[in-house]
Structures are given as C-alpha cells and as structure tokens.
C-alpha cells in the first residue's frame, strides 16, 4: 500500500470564500457597492445608518441588512424610509457570514439597488474574519467603549478603509482621548479615514456620507 | 475564534479530496496558521481530536499545525520585521507605518498524506 501526498493549499476559510466571491459576482453584475459595518453591540450602527438615509436616499437606490442575534427592533426602526431592509437573526451565531448575505440577497430587487449597507452583528472580533464580498469594512467605536479597543481589537480595525468615532459629544464624561486612537490606528499601518460623529444629534454625519458617496461614484 | 466549525470544513474538504484521489485513510494533515488570522492552533487541535474519528478517514491521522509569526516590509526605509505585537505594525527599525505585510494572515491546509485504496485485478 502506498502513501500518496496531495498537496491541496487551500484555504481553510475557503467555504466563507465561496459564497463571497458569489456574492462579488452578484454586486459586480448589478452595479451595487458594498458596506460592511462593525462595531460592539450599543455602539451607534443603527443610529448612523439611520441618519445617513436623508444623504444617500436623493443620490442612491438603497438597501439595508441588518444582523442581530435576535429580534427585528433595528428593521423595525429603518422601515418606513423607502428602503427595503432585511433582517437576519442568527440565533446565536456571533457575525454574518458570506451565506447568510447571500440568503437575504433573494429579499431584494438587484436591479433596484446601487449601495447595499450590512449592519453586522455587535462583536468586535468574529465579523472581520467572515467577508461576504463588501467594497469597504467600516468599524464604529463609541466613546463610552474607551480609547483602549484600537490595540484590544486590532483585527477589526486594521482591516476597516473608516472608522467612526460615535458619542463624541460625550467625550467629556468618558475620559476618551481621540489623539490616542489616531495614533493607535496609525501603529496597526491604518490608512483608514477617521469621522467623529454624534450620530443622534446628526453632528458629524454629512462628513462620511460624503466620503462614503465619493467612494461609490468613485467605483461606478 | 470559530476553530470548531472550521476544523469541520477541513474535514469535509479532507473527505471529498480523499474521495477525488482515491485515498481510503488519511495518515498525516498540515495545516499553516499565521497568528494575524485570529485562529488559535491549540482549539484547532483539541477540535480535530473530536472530529476525526467521524467518518473515520482520518481517526489515525496525525495534525501537524505551522504557525507563521507575521512579517512586514518597510516602505519608508525598505526594512523587512517580524510584527512582534498584533497591536504595533510600526517598523521596528525607523518607526514608519507605512508598511506592508507579508506573511501571518495564513491560513491554508498545505498538504495530507494518505493510503491509496488498493485496486483489485479481475483476470480475464
């Protein structure tokens, strides 16, 4: 009996990859520009996308998939704009994966969409492993969370093209230093855009909506 | 991270290799894991410990894991260095974080290695 070596180099993610890269094919073919957004739980994503709707609504044809592990509470909040929104609970599982955005893909009309924003599951480590073939990873930090998650999380934030800075207007009350996380993204080689935002008081939103348009006339 | 689930589809990607090659018991699996990829070899291991032996292709198999320490290349001073600490990607010689990295996202099975089935000669 003889031992036969199979050289196989492939990738241990390779499942993941598979559904992203139908997905790739499916936003490519349709012309839609991709949002991966990632933070902790309570960290402002609903807030943001929720008043970045009056900035993209005039330019884009919109949708919006929303994960959590259960509930539809943040469907229910974006519903009623003119935008479809699918919700996905994932019943225990800690992020969305390549297959889950494929499923909730057949909830949309393709050819009626330009920019697709995916609200990831609060957690700031699993989701940036799990790609479901977005353009672009954004990671929100608030600043209750501290200034500190940079160099605790660096996975996420290394990998995101932005990262905005949500609850800035508690700044003050949260000993959070601003400086120090520019400084941290810039040691983990981030070339990421930063946006200090307080999303419910609409302070600061224009400024990545703009960025996020320019970003999506830029790919079209 | 979510080593159990992953270490599930290896073993699926093993069975249907296996199946394409003709290999009835696999012997030896390596796999390489750079330490950016978030995945920890030792809950790979104590994950292949439980699912090898179902189906029981490779029950006798022995993982072998490389772990790939992440290396980068300066682009300010042209330096190569190994990231010592995933939260520093500055270059250790002159500080720049204009860097490239090379190596430590891996994460790949190399190769396994496996007994054919023996093929069984009709005479005519």
Sequence with gaps: MTIKKIDLNTSILANNEIWAQKNRELFDTHGIFTVNMMSSPGSGKTTIIEKSL?????HFKMGIIVG???TTEDANRLKGRGVPVVQINTHGACHLDARMISGALNSFN???LDLLIVENVGNLVCPADFSFGEDLKVAVLSTPEGNDKVRKYPDMFRKS???IINKIDLID????????VERDLKNLGSRAEIFPMAASKGQG???WCQWL???VRKAN | MHETALMYDVLRTLE???????????TELKLVIGSLSSILPDALRFAFDAFKGSPPLAQDAVLKIEERKPQALCNSCGSCFTIENPWEFSCARCGGVDIRIQSGEELYIEYYKGRERSVDYKEN
């Design chain 1, 68 to 70: 959590d592990i259960e």
């Design chain 2, 16 to 26: 249907a290799s296996a199946k394409e090659n003709n290999i009835e018991e696999i």
């Design chain 1, 213 to 215: 348009m320019s970003k």
């Design chain 1, 110 to 112: 393709l050819e009626e």
């Design chain 1, 54 to 58: 009056e900035y993209f609504i005039p």
């Design chain 1, 161 to 163: 093209h932005a990262v």
């Design chain 1, 205 to 207: 939103v224009e400024a």
């Design chain 1, 173 to 180: 009350f949260v000993d959070f230093n601003l400086d120090r």
